[in-house]
Structure formats: structure tokens, C-alpha cells
């Protein structure tokens, strides 16, 4: 098992699911009050998901997952606290306590 792919897309998958939460909290207060943060996190945001994506076609690739499985860690990318979820199921898989479903 490679594990530096599964590790690097651990390493961003927790980072980039809080800074998902932020840009969304931030956006609703940035209507809704003066403060404005969306010009700061929106970009840092956009760096971590473009890491995430490079990161999880690396781990595809790599682990060789199933179709089911590669969505699933895409999927959760882009949903509030998905990248929390999938850095923990990534961790089990890179202690081997999850066996990587693979096609």
C-alpha cells in the first residue's frame, strides 16, 4: 500500500473541510454584517480544494480504490464537515484498520 498518497490527502482533507465551513459562516456574515473575510478565505479555500483534488486523483491512482470509494472522497470534499469524515476514514485506512476497497 502507498501510503504517502493516502497521507498527503489526509494532511489537507481536515484543513480543507474547516476552511469550507469558515468561507460559508463568513459569507453569511459578510451580508449580513460589515465584517468581510471572503476576500481572504475564498482564495486560501480554493488553494486547499485544488490540493484536495490533485491529492485525491494521486490516491485514486495509487490505492487503485473502486469507483465507489473515489466519489465518496470527492463528494465529502465539497459538503460541510465532509473533510473532517473523510481525513478520519483516510486514517484508519493508512493504519490499516480500514481495508481500502479496491476494484
Known amino acids: 500500500m502507498n501510503r504517502s498518497a ?3 490527502l489526509r494532511l489537507i482533507s481536515a484543513p ?3 476552511s469550507f465551513v469558515l468561507l460559508l ?3 453569511a456574515l459578510k ?3 460589515s465584517f468581510n473575510a471572503v476576500p481572504v478565505l475564498g482564495p486560501l479555500h480554493g488553494t ?3 490540493l484536495y483534488v490533485v491529492f485525491w486523483i494521486q490516491a485514486w491512482q495509487t490505492q487503485k480504490w473502486d469507483t465507489k470509494r473515489g466519489v ?3 463528494v465529502l470534499s465539497v459538503l460541510p464537515f465532509g473533510g473532517i469524515y473523510a481525513e478520519r476514514t ?3 485506512e493508512e493504519r490499516g ?3 481500502p476497497a479496491t476494484a
Do not use: P, S
Open 6 to 8: 493516502v497521507h498527503r
Open 16 to 18: 480543507e473541510g474547516i
Open 25 to 27: 459562516i463568513c459569507t
Open 31 to 33: 451580508y449580513n454584517t
Open 48 to 50: 486547499l480544494f485544488i
Open 72 to 74: 465518496l472522497l470527492f
Open 90 to 92: 483516510l486514517a484508519q
Open 97 to 99: 484498520e480500514l481495508e
